[in-house]
């Protein structure tokens, strides 16, 4: 019971934003460790204190992920991150292992710990993850036009002797350039030498595509992490009220047992 209640404080420290800095130092330093590691003829002291810097860094991570296992329990694995975390833990122990090389990788996974520092990432990460659906839509609303523009590029100006647009493959190449705006604009001249209206071509993708589709990226980005900073505002409520009442509940506990006592020390 003792050995609980000190979890619960360390994990209440680690929760805090003093905690959350101390996490965030520890990836910094963790970051600047690999960076220097991959620069060759390093003095043999040098690496000897990356080493130990590795393992020690490895061993907060460990703690950290032990002490979130026994004061959570089962609802440990109820959260993404704590599954995400224990991977990262368990593979980067097992990079030591030769015939696992692979999961050295792990260990520049570490930096992804930045997230548990600092929960305003974990609020844009959410809202990536719910942007997902709307931006597939989007995606695939996009994908469309720009096929039906590169078939009609090729309809439109390929009798009439354009280069950019001989077939279906070299008219996505041409479009994708304009689409990305790297020198669309010879691109319309050279196309107009053949067609004097390809300007309206164009000038009528890019503003479709550019000015109107991919803005919608934005905002269905921008709305799904709105919902999630509306969402973890809503939580942080919920969670103060919970914290509310159980102080409540346990000072109505404490005058329950006071009065208890003012009872048995003057019977009527």
Known sequence: MKLHKNVIKLYDLMESKPGHYFIGMIVVINALALGLQTFQNIPQHILEILHHTDKFILGVFVTELIVKLLAGGTSFFRSGWNVFDLIIVVGSISDNLDFLPVLRTFRVMHLMAMMDASPKMRQILSGFWKAIPGVANVLGLLLLFFYIF??????????????????????????????????????????????????????????????????????????????????????????????????????????DRLEKKLENKNPK
Request: charge should be negative; hydrophobic fraction near 50%; include cysteine.
């Open 150 to 255: 590169c078939v009609l590029g090729v309809f439109m100006f390929r009798d009439l002797g354009a280069s950019e647009f001989q077939h279906i493959g070299v008219s996505m190449k041409t479009m994708f350039q304009v689409l990305t705006g790297d020198d669309w604009t010879n691109v319309m001249h050279s196309t107009e030498k053949v067609a004097k209206y390809a300007s309206a071509y164009f000038i009528s993708f890019y503003v479709l595509m550019v000015f109107i589709i991919l803005n919608l990226f934005i905002g269905v980005v921008v709305g799904a992490m709105q919902s999630a900073e509306e969402e973890i505002f809503n939580k942080s409520d919920d969670d103060t009220n919970t914290k509310q009442l159980i102080l409540l509940e346990n000072f109505k506990k404490q005058l």
